[in-house]
């Protein structure tokens, strides 16, 4: 039925227009007390099999959603009732800011995948922090909040943009992300070098230590799909060395070539992160390779073409206890997250594990 839909009326529309009036009939959806308790027991049926604890936090499974959807916190409960276990909320960076100009979001129908160069667009960590504070929260999930860098700041004062968002914002968040891999904020990627990434990672955890006081907020950091593998091996390293929480593989990648695309020359041609299901097979590698460095060390989270219970099922194995969604969500609609909280139960309990913690990274081991 969505699909139907979707065709008929949602891919006709521009892509951010679409989002935006989408977005608001979740929430609207949400404010209604027995409507979104009929679509919650509909959409997000409990799987206790699929239970997991990460980052000293539990939730009812492992799925969630990715940064960018909600970047301003206005609609958690909503995204709750559709099925994830985890809605992570932004990019907040330490001021407002309006992003790039539109157009700036893109579908690619036939590789069903998505180009934005959104830009950080959001209300700044101040509205954010306001609002999560404000929160009286409908349905339990866990709320992570992506930090990144202002635009207008520059890379030598970036360090003190983020820790300004971690201040406000750690005392709200279940988890805080530290965003250096978007390819919209000009020099953000360089901040991915060890020796940017190093101070910055630190003077955060720091930050967060100072203000929220009651409890340890698990920081983590998100790359890129398009990093160096020794790159990659570098980042493993130091978040092991700084006793990170986390590492987020991947966000969108800059790279066209050899990635299969069909859709028009022109539209695969526009700047900007490219995501959905061409980022599959990086995302899954650069996970892989993650695993194989740290180990249980450190949670990982498998983010990038996951469009279905089968490729959220193969993440796990690859070394994610945590395993995050977006693009698809345009393409799959409401039922989605229910879909792949029931394909993921089906492949464990014909699997040989136990339970989903013993399923994690168990690819990798026995290749080892």
Partial sequence: MYKFFFRLFFSRMDPEAAHHLAFRWIRLAARVPVLRTYLAALLAPRHEELRTEALGLRMHGPFGLAAGFDKNAVGV??????????????????????????????????????????????????????????????FRTTVGVNIGKTKAVPEAEAVADYVKSAERLAPYADYLVVNVSSPNTPGLRNLQAVDHLRPLLTAVREAADRTATRRRVPLLVKIAPDLADEDV??????????????????????????????????????????????????????????????????????????????????????????????????????????????????????????????????????AA
């Fill in 233 to 366: 091996d570098a980042v493993a390293d130091l978040a092991v060395e700084l006793g990170l929480d986390g590492i987020i593989a991947t966000n969108t990648t800059i790279a066209r070539e050899g990635l299969g695309l069909s859709s028009d020359p022109a539209v695969v041609q526009e700047t900007g992160g490219l995501s959905g299901a061409p980022l599959k097979a990086r995302s899954l590698e650069v996970l892989r390779r993650l695993y194989a460095r740290v180990g249980d060390r450190i949670t990982l989270v498998g983010v990038g073409g996951i469009e279905n219970a089968e490729d959220a099922w193969q993440r796990i194995l690859a070394g994610a206890t945590l395993v995050q969604g977006y693009s698809a969500f345009v393409y799959e609609g409401p039922f989605w997250a229910r879909a792949i909280h029931k394909g993921l139960a089906a492949r464990l309990r014909t699997s040989p594990y136990a339970t989903l913690a013993d399923a994690v990274g168990a690819d990798v081991r026995t």
């Fill in 77 to 138: 409960d909503g995204l709750a009732m559709l099925g994830f276990d985890h809605v992570e909320i932004g990019t907040v960076t330490g001021e407002p800011q309006p992003g790039n100009p539109k157009q700036r979001l893109f579908r690619l129908l036939p590789d069903r995948a998505l180009i934005n160069r959104m830009g950080f667009n959001n209300e700044g960590s101040a509205a954010v922090a306001a609002r999560l504070g404000a929160r009286d929260p409908v």
